[in-house]
């Protein structure tokens, strides 16, 4: 029996992904996850979505200090690490998403979590850098070397979550079926090109 296909969308900081993504979705009349897995996880764990969205958001160096300095002064939840609490959470979160059926889902580790049970279609989608700091300056309305401070923390912890919990390299084009630069497309023909490549798929 054919594998639920499940569309995952790693992305960097600026480059469109989760518009792309939820575009791709619209489209296909798939169900789109993105914040929703926050509050699922969140709910599941009894943790603030604040939290959860920090969490995933936080370079694994400071993950792992904090799971040093819990074990130290008793931060724990529910007998476990609250960090350890957050990603099972979100774990189950992706899981129970994709249970569902065929769906897209932005970032979370998706690709990986999901690649032995499901078929999955894992997209990255990037940009060049000075493509990026000029949407960010341009939808938070701050300066050059603030879009720059912001691209390089959120990508830096993009990464280090990735490359922690999973087995392939986060934004190495090997770890993913199809990569896409949108500094040629917008975002509009960046989904029509993944629906064109799902639909010419083997």
Known sequence: ?????????????????RIIGRTLAEKLGLPFYDKELITAAAKESG???????NFEETPTASLLYSLVMNAQQGGFYMGKP???VAYEAQINAV????AKGPCVIVGRCADYI????????????TAS??????????????????????????DKARASYHNYHAETKWGASDS???????DKLSYEAAADLIENYIKSRK
């Open 129 to 154: 850098k000075s493509f990026r700091a000029a949407r960010v300056m341009e939808m938070d309305n701050i300066s050059e070397k603030e879009a720059n401070a912001k691209l390089a923390r959120i």
């Open 47 to 53: 943790l603030c979505d604040k939290f959860m969205e």
């Open 82 to 84: 609250i960090e350890l």
């Open 95 to 98: 899981r129970e998403a994709a």
């Open 1 to 17: 029996m054919a594998k639920t296909q499940i569309i995952t969308i790693g992305r960097r900081c600026g480059s469109g992904g």
């Open 176 to 182: 993913y079926e199809l990569c896409i630069s949108t």
């Open 114 to 125: 999901l690649k032995d049970d499901y078929d999955v279609v894992s997209v990255f989608i």
